[in-house]
C-alpha cells in the first residue's frame, strides 16, 4: 500500500536554529497538507499546496515558517528561527481531489523537540 | 469557541463495553463530516465517514444531527485494540476539502 513518507522522525534542535522537515505524499497526489499536532489537541493546518501552487497559508507564521513544493511532488517545510514553543509533531498528508474524495492519507510525522 | 469540540475523556473501560463519543461543531456551513483514529505517538487514518442518514461498520456507529450540529460515534463490544485517540473532523463547503479537527477523546480498554 502507498504510503506517505516524512523525515526525518524525530528532530531535537536548539532554539533560535534551523530546523526542516521533508515529505514524498502518495504517487499521483496533487494536494499536499502540513499540519502542526501539539499533544493533546488535534492536528492544525499550516499550508495546503495544489501541485506547486500554495492553495492555503493562512496559519502559517510567516515569519519564522517557510513550505515550498517546487516540483509538484515533495515538500519541505522549514523553520527559522525555532523557538521552544514550536516542540510538536509535524505531520504531512496528501489526497487525491481528482477522486473526488476527502480522504487525506497522513504520514508518520516529524517529533520536533526545541530546547 | 474551538469550531469541533470533544470530551478530552480519558475513557476508560472494560473489554466488552460500548462507548459513546460525542462531538459538536460550530460553523452551520460545515458540509462533510468524519471520524479519524490516532494510536499513541502514530498519525491519524481515517476510521469513517459520517453520513445524515448514519453509518454503520462493524462494531462502530456514527450519527450525524445537522440541526444540533452534532456527530456521535459509538463502539460496541470494545476490543483492546480499540484504545487509542478518536479525532472529530469536518470540514467547511467550498474549504479545498480542508479539514478542520477536534482534540480528540482518548479511549482506553481495560482487559
Known amino acids: 500500500e502507498a504510503e506517505v513518507a516524512q523525515s526525518p522522525r524525530y528532530k531535537i534542535t536548539e532554539k533560535s536554529q534551523a530546523v526542516a522537515f521533508w515529505c514524498d505524499p502518495i504517487?499521483?497526489?496533487?494536494?499536499l497538507y502540513w499540519y502542526r499536532q501539539i499533544l493533546g489537541q488535534g492536528p492544525e493546518l499550516l499550508v495546503q499546496?495544489?501541485?506547486?501552487?500554495?492553495?492555503?497559508d493562512s496559519q502559517l507564521p510567516k515569519d519564522r515558517f517557510s513550505a515550498e513544493r517546487l516540483k509538484g511532488v515533495d515538500s519541505t517545510l522549514k523553520i527559522q528561527p525555532a523557538e521552544l514553543g514550536d516542540s510538536a509533531m509535524y505531520l504531512c498528508?496528501?489526497?487525491?481531489?481528482?477522486?473526488?474524495?476527502?480522504?487525506?492519507?497522513f504520514g508518520p510525522g516529524t517529533r520536533l523537540t526545541v530546547t | 469557541r474551538k469550531e469541533v469540540e470533544q470530551d478530552p475523556g480519558p475513557f476508560n473501560v472494560p473489554e466488552g463495553a460500548t462507548v459513546a463519543f460525542n462531538c459538536t461543531y460550530s460553523?452551520?456551513?460545515?458540509?462533510?463530516f468524519f471520524w479519524y483514529r490516532q494510536d499513541c505517538r502514530k498519525e491519524p487514518k481515517l476510521l469513517m465517514s459520517?453520513?445524515?442518514s448514519g453509518n454503520e461498520d462493524g462494531r462502530f456507529t456514527a450519527q450525524l444531527n445537522r440541526a444540533s450540529q452534532y456527530i456521535s460515534l459509538l463502539i460496541r463490544d470494545s476490543k483492546l485494540s480499540d484504545s487509542a485517540t478518536y479525532l472529530c473532523?469536518?470540514?467547511?463547503?467550498?474549504?479545498?476539502?480542508?479539514?478542520?479537527f477536534g482534540s480528540g477523546t482518548q479511549l482506553t480498554v481495560l482487559p
Open positions: 498528508a496528501s489526497s487525491d481531489l481528482a477522486a473526488n474524495s476527502y480522504e487525506q492519507y
Open positions: 504517487s499521483g497526489h496533487a494536494t
Open positions: 499546496f495544489q501541485d506547486e501552487s500554495v492553495v492555503d
Open positions: 460553523n452551520s456551513a460545515s458540509q462533510s
Open positions: 459520517v453520513y445524515s
Open positions: 473532523v469536518v470540514t467547511l463547503s467550498g474549504s479545498a476539502r480542508q479539514l478542520t
